[in-house]
């Protein structure tokens, strides 16, 4: 069993910033990709930003410039820095963690006012 547990959601106001992280844990010690993906009301599920097991990140053009993803030494914990947040941003945010399988924590709620 593999879980993956979210935090760091909220309310921001317009250009502020906010720090995701996502821990994993269970019986797999070390995955090869990891990243985020939002879904907006009424819209389909997008990828906003991954990095592999060696450190290497991508990233959606929408927060190209603004997220930074970031993985911890033991590769079980990941970091999203959001930065200058617009109210586009808004939505739930979720985890994932992909090794053989694909796990998906059960998101976390992040609001943009304007």
């Known amino acids: 069993q593999v879980q993956l547990v979210e935090s760091g959601g909220g309310l921001v106001q317009s250009g502020g910033s906010l720090r995701l992280s996502c821990a994993a844990s269970?019986?797999?010690?070390?995955?090869?990709?990891m990243g985020w993906y939002r879904q907006a009301p009424g819209k389909e599920r997008e990828l906003v930003a991954s990095?592999?097991?060696?450190?290497?990140?991508t990233y959606a053009d929408p927060v190209t410039g603004r997220f930074t993803i970031s993985r911890d030494n033991g590769k079980t914990t990941i970091y999203l820095q959001m930065n200058n947040l617009k109210p586009g941003d808004t939505a739930v945010y979720y985890c994932y963690a992909a090794e053989f399988y694909v796990y998906w924590g059960r998101g976390t709620q992040v609001t943009v006012s304007s």
């Open positions: 990095i592999t097991s060696g450190g290497s990140p």
């Open positions: 269970g019986s797999i010690f070390s995955f090869n990709v």
